[in-house]
């Protein structure tokens, strides 16, 4: 157990909808990421979290956003899903902002029917 | 542009044998290197890392070696023990403005012990 939590674990939705996904860091650390691992492709960062502020973005959507609350827990809001939206999400936290180890929740696994 | 590369899809061993498991990047901006072990369905779990001010770090059965002329890290388990069998990935970390805190990771290596 890493010590991060991710809900839900499973989501089934459709085309079009819009979902949200929550994560808690580890006690203790301030940094929270999200990555997306598709089916084809393999873990890519989406967005960083430091303290409150965004502080770094990879490819991620304009469809998709993120915040992290001042109790440092983080959501993933993904709308106007999409099929290839579909794969597994994850939530990782680290105590500083880089280089750190990044320590990874169990994933929240995304179907868009 | 796939900068950290695993260019061994998969890899088997046998129980009580050397696992090495390789990794290349190609970014010089790299500074921090990590493994992580990753089950199905579960999230990846951290197992090493090294910085590039060394060229080796050792934990218990798991030792990463790199090698910063060549842009390359390897993974070594000895000895490997059936409960090692999953998918291993590399990942790079650079303090940077592009990149700072995010991790750049390859494609995976799919590790199998056989008893």
């Known amino acids: 157990d890493s010590g991060v939590t991710q809900t839900p674990k499973h989501l089934i939705t459709a085309t079009g909808q819009r979902v949200t996904l929550r994560c808690s860091p580890r006690?203790?650390?301030?940094?929270v990421y999200w990555y997306q691992q598709s089916l084809d492709q393999g873990l890519q960062f989406l967005i960083q979290?430091?303290?409150?502020?965004?502080?770094a973005k990879g490819n991620i959507l304009e469809r998709f956003s993120a915040q992290q609350f001042p109790d440092l827990h983080s959501e993933l809001n993904l709308s106007s899903l999409e099929l290839g939206d579909s794969a597994l999400y994850f939530c990782?936290?680290?105590?500083?902002?880089?280089?750190?180890?990044?320590?990874f929740g169990p994933g929240t696994r995304l179907t868009v029917l | 542009d796939q900068q950290v590369k695993q260019n061994s899809p998969s890899l088997s061993v046998q129980e009580g044998r050397i696992s090495i498991l390789n990794c290349d990047y190609t970014?010089?901006?790299?500074?921090?290197f990590l493994w992580y072990k990753k089950y199905p369905a579960e999230g990846p779990t951290f197992l090493i890392s090294?910085?590039?001010?060394?060229d080796k770090n050792e934990d218990g059965r798991f030792t990463v070696f790199l090698n910063k002329s060549a842009k390359h890290l390897s993974l070594h388990i000895v000895p490997s023990q059936p409960g090692d069998s999953a998918v291993y990935f590399c990942a790079a970390s650079g303090i940077s403005s592009s990149n700072t805190g995010k991790l750049i990771f390859g494609q995976g290596t799919t590790l199998q012990v056989k008893p």
């Open positions: 979290y430091y303290n409150g502020e965004e502080r």
């Open positions: 990782a936290s680290s105590v500083a902002i880089a280089p750190d180890t990044q320590y």
């Open positions: 970014n010089s901006m790299f500074d921090y």
């Open positions: 006690s203790g650390d301030l940094s």
């Open positions: 090294i910085s590039s001010i060394k």
